[in-house]
């Protein structure tokens, strides 16, 4: 087997070899990627040398999948809706998460009395805690005791 590199791989070839696999024929997975036979053949070319397999072997007029073809197609089959999902994303709802949540401010935006406001509302819904960033002169406040915080990793967090 030889060595490749996901970087080196170019991705777009998933459904192309998803759509070659299934159809076992050039053509018409060459139409239903909405690209020419010519093109279609080359791409057969470059998956053939990125997996180091034959994937398809021509028997009259079509092709059969080899058993490394055969894996490919099983695997793709539960790998192209995942990834669809993961580029399509989902919309953000702060209610639905369940995510940890943080509020960064300026030191305009805070207010004099910004940690404590972040403080009282610390939990969004009885579950997620809600974090906030200091500010500078925040966190200098909080390092002379004039609020209270705790460390979340990343610098003082406002959350009691």
């Not at 279609?40 to 998956?47: G, K, V």
């Not at 079509?62 to 197609?73: D, H, K, N, Q």
């Amino acid at each position: 087997m030889h060595d490749v590199h996901l970087r080196q791989v170019d991705l777009n070839l998933l459904s192309t070899l998803y759509a070659l696999l299934e159809e076992r024929h050039v053509t018409l997975a060459a139409k239903r990627c909405f690209l020419s036979q010519p093109a279609m053949s080359r791409s057969l070319e470059r998956l053939r040398d990125t997996f180091g397999d034959e994937l398809l072997i021509r028997t009259g007029r079509i092709y059969e999948r080899t058993v490394r073809g055969e894996w490919l197609l099983r695997e793709l089959e539960n790998l192209l809706p995942r990834l669809e999902a993961l580029v399509r994303g989902q919309p953000f709802d702060p209610a639905q998460s369940r995510e940890r949540l943080r509020v960064a401010v300026t030191d305009n935006g805070s207010g004099g009395d910004g940690p404590a406001q972040i403080g009282q509302g610390s939990r969004c819904d009885g579950e997620r805690p809600l974090g906030g960033t200091a500010s500078r002169d925040q966190r200098l406040s909080i390092l002379h005791g004039m609020a209270s915080a705790t460390d979340g990793g990343t610098g003082p967090s406002l959350v009691p």
